[in-house]
C-alpha cells in the first residue's frame, strides 16, 4: 500500500516568514495529493490539492509543487500570519480507483509566532 | 448547508466496554469514511462505504470493530470490548460521488478515551 511521509514534525515561524512541509509518497500510482488543516478541536480541512497533470498550484499565500519523478511533493505558506498555526496533513491518493482512500502523511504542527 | 457531524464529541468509557459513534453525512454525499487519528499521528483509514456496495473494511484493526451504514445515509462505527489502545479521535468524512470529485469534507470527530 501507500506510504506517505512528512517532514518536519513541528515548524516554528515569525509572523511574516515562510513556511514549507515536505511529504513523499512511495505509490507511484499515486496521482491525487490533497493538503489539510486540522485546527484544535475541528477536523481537517481541505485547503489546497494537487493532480498529477500538474508541477505547481498556488491559491492566494498558499503553493503546493509536485515531483512524480522523486515522489516527493510540498506546501508552501507565504507572509505567515497567526491564523495559519494548526496541523497540517498531506495526503495521496490514486483517482484510478473509485474509493479514493487517502494515506496520510503523520502530520506537522505549524505555530506562527507574532 | 450543514456539514458532516458525528456524535458524542467526547467519550469516555471503561475497557471492556462497547461504544457506538455516530455520523451524520452531508446530504447526497454517497460515499463515505471513517478513519482513527491516534495522538500524534497521521489519519488511519478504517473502512469505507459507497451506496449500495459491500464496504471496503480493509483497514479495521480487529473484528472488535464493525461499522453499518443505514439507509445509505448515518453510519455508526461500534467498538467492542474496548481497550486502551483504542483511545483515539475518530473522523468520519464524506464525499459526493461522481466523476472527477475527489474532496472528503470531515466531521470534527470523536475523541474517545478508554480508560
Known amino acids: 500500500g501507500e506510504n506517505v511521509e512528512q517532514h518536519p514534525s513541528t515548524l516554528s515561524v515569525q509572523e511574516g516568514d515562510s513556511a514549507v512541509i515536505k511529504c513523499t509518497y512511495s505509490?507511484?500510482?499515486?496521482?491525487?495529493f490533497p493538503w489539510y488543516k486540522q485546527e484544535l478541536g475541528k477536523g481537517p480541512q481541505l485547503i489546497i490539492d494537487?493532480?498529477?497533470?500538474?508541477g505547481e498550484k498556488k491559491d492566494q499565500r498558499i503553493a503546493v509543487t509536485l515531483n512524480k519523478t522523486a515522489k516527493h511533493f510540498s506546501l508552501h505558506i507565504t507572509e505567515t500570519q497567526p491564523e495559519d498555526s494548526a496541523v497540517y496533513f498531506c495526503?495521496?491518493?490514486?483517482?484510478?480507483?473509485?474509493?479514493?482512500?487517502?494515506?496520510f502523511g503523520a502530520g506537522t504542527t505549524v505555530t506562527v509566532r507574532a | 448547508g450543514a456539514g458532516v457531524s458525528q456524535s458524542p464529541s467526547n467519550k469516555v468509557t471503561e475497557k471492556g466496554k462497547d461504544v457506538e459513534l455516530r455520523c451524520d453525512p452531508i446530504?447526497?454525499?454517497?460515499?463515505l469514511y471513517w478513519y482513527r487519528q491516534s495522538l500524534g499521528q497521521g489519519l488511519e483509514f478504517l473502512i469505507y462505504?459507497?451506496?449500495?456496495?459491500?464496504?471496503?473494511k480493509s483497514g479495521l484493526p480487529s473484528d472488535r470493530f464493525s461499522a453499518e451504514r443505514t439507509g445509505g445515509s448515518v453510519s455508526t462505527l461500534t467498538i467492542q470490548r474496548t481497550q486502551q489502545e483504542d483511545s483515539a479521535v475518530y473522523l468520519c468524512?464524506?464525499?459526493?460521488?461522481?466523476?472527477?470529485?475527489?474532496?472528503?469534507?470531515f466531521g470534527p470527530g470523536t475523541r474517545l478515551t478508554v480508560t
Open positions: 495526503a495521496a491518493t490514486t483517482r484510478e480507483s473509485t474509493d479514493y482512500k487517502l494515506s
Open positions: 468524512a464524506s464525499r459526493a460521488f461522481y466523476g472527477g470529485v475527489y474532496e472528503q469534507y
Open positions: 462505504f459507497q451506496g449500495n456496495s459491500a464496504p471496503d
Open positions: 446530504s447526497g454525499h454517497t460515499a
Open positions: 494537487i493532480r498529477s497533470n500538474v
Open positions: 505509490d507511484s500510482a499515486s496521482n491525487y
